[in-house]
């Protein structure tokens, strides 16, 4: 299995699409759990990582900020 990498300030999709539409979420921290917020409509949902992991589809854009 490919190991899929994430940071924190990467845009996602995930395998669903959020009930607005929108189909990018934001990472906006991370832990134990991870919070992510919908590109769209500005909703923000905090997951368990193993639960993001298994429903992460892929990274769409790279934070290139350090």
Known sequence: MVEKTYELNDVVQMKKAHPCGENRWKIIRMGAD???KCEGCGHSVMIPRKKFESKLKKVIEKNEAK
Do not use: S, V
């Open 34 to 36: 991870i919070r992510i």
